[in-house]
């Protein structure tokens, strides 16, 4: 089984540049499933049914998301409906929709988990525990989670605690590919971050005078997305999928 994960989709271009290349780059290499992180697919941050069915419509099976996910409240709706988009799993109980999704193609099932970190970032339940609660109730060996975390110390830890346990973990929302992509010891997939589809020569998708501006000022700014020079970050994880086991993980980026 050949499951690609994009990362964060940053804004209508990024939307429109994975429309672009996401079902060629499926077809070329094979993909079997796509999982996409849509967190930010909306202009401003946030996800709306509209860049939602964008993403779907691009090719993707399943969308994840992570902190900025109940930022726009018209999503609320179509978390509640339980078809593809999930929200991290650690949240409260009140927020709407689940952290989970399992994609059944008949021939194999992949579990989708979506978690959020807690160091540097909004609490929430301890992700390590949620994810136990969580594991007990999957019945299928093909397992991906994603880690929409701060630290990378954090994101290391969830990999190793998992290992064995899951086909991959990946870890999303710092927007910057690292380069430790690498099947562990227990057979999981695993990246520190996959990055982002969004402005090459960006920070973080944002134009990067402002971000310079804010920097160099101390000013609050408002953010605007940089619509120019895209690029398109992703891995690409190999999965046996009558053992779960991962057999190897790459990482994919393609640019204009």
Not at 122 to 135: I, R, S, T
């Amino acid at each position: 089984m050949k499951v690609l994960f994009l990362g964060d989709v940053v804004g209508k271009s990024g939307c429109d540049f994975v429309a672009k290349h996401l079902r060629s780059l499926k077809k070329m290499i094979g993909v079997d499933a796509c999982v996409v992180n849509g967190e930010n697919s909306a202009e401003g941050n946030g996800i709306t049914p509209e860049s939602a069915r964008m993403l779907f419509d691009a090719g993707a099976d399943v969308i994840t998301t992570g902190n900025h996910v109940l930022k726009r409240r018209e999503i609320y709706p179509v978390l509640e409906q339980k078809n593809g988009i999930i929200r991290p799993a650690n949240y409260h109980s009140s927020a709407p929709g689940c952290g989970m999704f399992v994609l059944d193609k008949l021939r194999w099932q992949l579990c989708v988990i979506n978690l959020q970190g807690i160091a540097a970032m909004e609490p929430h339940a301890n992700p390590f525990e949620k994810v136990d609660q969580l594991l007990k109730h999957v019945h299928t060996p093909n397992i991906l989670v994603d880690f929409h975390a701060e630290m990378t110390s954090e994101k290391k830890a969830m990999g190793y605690y998992l290992d064995g346990r899951v086909s991959a973990v990946v870890g999303t929302h710092t927007h910057v590919p690292t380069a430790d992509e690498r099947v562990l010891r227990g057979g999981t997939a695993y990246i520190t971050d996959v990055g982002m589809c969004g402005g090459k020569n960006s920070v973080l998708g944002v134009k990067k005078e402002i971000i310079i501006r804010k920097f160099v000022t101390g000013m609050p700014e408002r953010f605007e997305y940089d619509h120019q020079d895209m690029e398109l970050n992703a891995v690409l994880i190999t999965i046996d999928q009558s053992s779960g086991r991962a057999q190897s993980i790459e990482r994919v980026c393609i640019g204009e």
